[in-house]
């Protein structure tokens, strides 16, 4: 039990802590403020202002936003976090939008990792081009092929 309230930050002031077991299987959308501990497996969004662990047996397939991440079991899908933290045997498969990144020997991150704020700024810099118009190049005629030809021709004998 000192484990789980170690990993609980101090600065939510929730200490509400949800478990899902070994063996259990969670699926769908979960908003909670207090934390999440992943022993088992879940699907789906997750929304907290706590802490998400998903523990060594335990796996999170789908979204999640958290103020803190520990990753000791397997994250697969989108994340964005405060600060993400991948232990020993911790598997990471996905994006991650994060401050902090801490990730431990032994353990992998096959993915990509973006600053919070990127997703925005590069979808205003997509909207920017969208918005300028496409040059248009004029139609390939056989006018216009015959208009771009020279009008003289010079043969040399070498």
């Known amino acids: 039990m000192g484990f789980l309230r170690k990993a609980i930050s101090a600065s939510h002031g929730n200490d509400s802590v949800t478990i899902v077991p070994k063996g259990a299987r969670m699926t769908g959308d979960l908003l909670i403020e207090g934390s999440l501990h992943i022993n088992g497996d879940f699907d789906g969004l997750l929304d907290t202002q706590g802490t998400l662990m998903v523990g060594r047996g335990g796996s999170f397939r789908g979204q999640a936003r958290a103020h803190e991440v520990i990753l000791s079991g397997q994250y697969e899908g989108e994340l964005h976090c405060d600060r993400l933290q991948i232990l020993k045997g911790g598997l990471f498969r ?37 918005d300028q118009p496409v040059p248009i190049k004029p139609e390939v005629t056989l006018d216009n092929l015959l208009d771009s030809l020279p009008t003289q021709v010079s043969l040399k004998d070498s």
């Open 94 to 130: 996905g994006r991650v939008a994060c401050d902090q990144f801490v990730l431990e020997e032994k353990s992998e991150f096959l993915g990509e990792r973006i600053q919070p704020g990127a997703e925005a700024q590069l979808l205003e810099e997509a909207r920017e081009l969208l």
